[in-house]
């Protein structure tokens, strides 16, 4: 994902917002509120390396915790 903008150690939110537009091509506003809550991106909606790995860990955590409690 950095490979778009090389020398950089942010990602710009836009690359990840993609992930809010459906299959038919129709923008879902919830699947952004979504990602804007989980990755948090700054004032420039920029996200850093760091903030990008802790957000992914915080989720990963969560699965884990509801993993045990199921099991």
């Known amino acids: 994902m ?5 020398g950089s150690n942010s ?3 836009d690359v990840i917002g993609v992930l809010a537009y459906n299959s038919d091509g ?4 919830q699947k952004a509120k979504n990602l804007v809550k989980l990755f948090r991106p ?3 909606q920029e996200v850093s390396l760091l903030h990008f790995v802790q957000s992914c860990d915080g ?3 969560r699965i884990r915790y509801l993993r045990a ?3």
Do not use: E, I, M, R
């Not at 950095?2 to 090389?6: A, Y």
């Not at 129709?26 to 506003?29: A, G, I, L, T």
């Open 69 to 71: 409690s199921v099991g």
């Open 2 to 6: 950095l490979t778009l903008s090389p």
């Open 42 to 44: 700054d004032k420039f």
């Open 11 to 13: 990602l710009h939110f």
């Open 26 to 29: 129709s923008f879902n506003k």
């Open 59 to 61: 989720v990963y955590k």
